[in-house]
């Protein structure tokens, strides 16, 4: 096997044997843009219908393989499976000697850094996590959205301008994360992202319950708006009856959220997320300790 780094200009992989094991919607996106830069895919571990339709899409004439001899042709691995199943997974691999000296081990979980990659090390291989901080489809739109998309990435100073470079190639930016650091970073990311997720849903659905149709209509330019003023005023852009102190409005809230047939988890979550605010507000001195602490009475359990 030749070094990935034969011929290549500082920094840089070069042009490189790249295997792809998960063809989910972030393994196959990933494949296909390090495709799309130059780079030639040698197989792909499919496993699933869905996943073979998708590899079939996005990397057509591909062969999918299994993943030994994926491994066997590629210079390059990208691991895109779920964080739970990656330790095992590399850990069996590297006791059966698939992996080779120079081979590039890259996975793409938020939560693992390096060290769930540290079985490879004995065979010579060089480990790499890089995470793409973006919400998959699976379409190849996600293509194109990697030109606004930062990946959070983590290796060994020797080899972080090569996790760096290949973030730059699919078109993403790199932000190296400390180690120590990628359980706070993968926390924040599905804060933001998987909760919004299921705000969004939750108020929808109240939406729904009172014959409104097109939900997505009235909260679209709504969130929209909110999202941008957060990102560019933090919590100075809290606004709504817990930011104002607006005791009897919130009151009326979870009268009307834990009306018979509202879902719990509304309820539920409508008050972690005030009680969140109004300490937020406090800390800020938007609002006074009492008025906190009449707001904090109102959402108890």
Do not use: W
Not at 204 to 213: D, F, P, W, Y
Request: aromatic share 2%; hydrophobic share 50%.
């Amino acid at each position: 096997m030749t070094s990935p780094f034969s011929g290549a200009p500082a920094g840089r992989p070069g042009r490189l044997g790249i295997g792809i094991i998960g063809a989910g919607k972030v393994g196959a996106v990933l494949g296909a843009a390090l495709r799309n830069a130059g780079h030639a895919v040698t197989g792909v571990h499919a496993v699933s219908e869905a996943s073979r339709s998708r590899a079939e899409s996005l990397l057509p004439e591909v062969p999918v393989l299994e993943i030994p001899e994926i491994l066997r042709r590629s210079e390059l691995v990208l691991f895109a499976v779920p964080d739970d199943v990656l330790p095992e997974l590399i850990s069996g691999l590297a006791d059966a000697g698939h992996f080779q000296t120079g081979h590039l081990v890259v996975h793409t979980s938020g939560r693992h850094g390096v060290s769930v990659l540290d079985p490879v090390r004995a065979a010579g291989a060089i480990p790499l996590a890089i995470h793409p901080a973006m919400s998959f489809t699976g379409l190849s739109l996600d293509i194109a959205r990697l030109a606004d998309c930062m990946f959070g990435v983590t290796a060994d100073a020797i080899v972080l301008p090569v996790a760096q470079a290949l973030v730059v190639e699919m078109g993403g930016e790199p932000a190296v994360i400390a180690e120590a650091d990628r359980g706070t970073y993968h926390a924040a990311l599905a804060h933001a992202s998987n909760h919004l997720v299921t705000l969004t849903a939750q108020s929808a659905q109240l939406l729904a319950s009172i014959g409104v149709e097109q939900t997505d209509r009235m909260l679209s330019p709504l969130m929209h708006a909110s999202l941008e003023n957060a990102l560019a005023n933090g919590d100075g852009a809290l606004t709504g009856p817990v930011a104002r102190g607006d005791v009897g409005t919130v009151r009326r809230h979870l009268e009307v959220l834990g009306a018979e047939g509202v879902p719990a988890d509304v309820g539920q979550a409508y008050r972690a997320m005030a009680r969140a605010t109004a300490v937020r507000a406090l800390m800020r001195g938007a609002l006074s300790e009492a008025t906190v602490a009449e707001l904090l009475d109102a959402l108890g359990d």
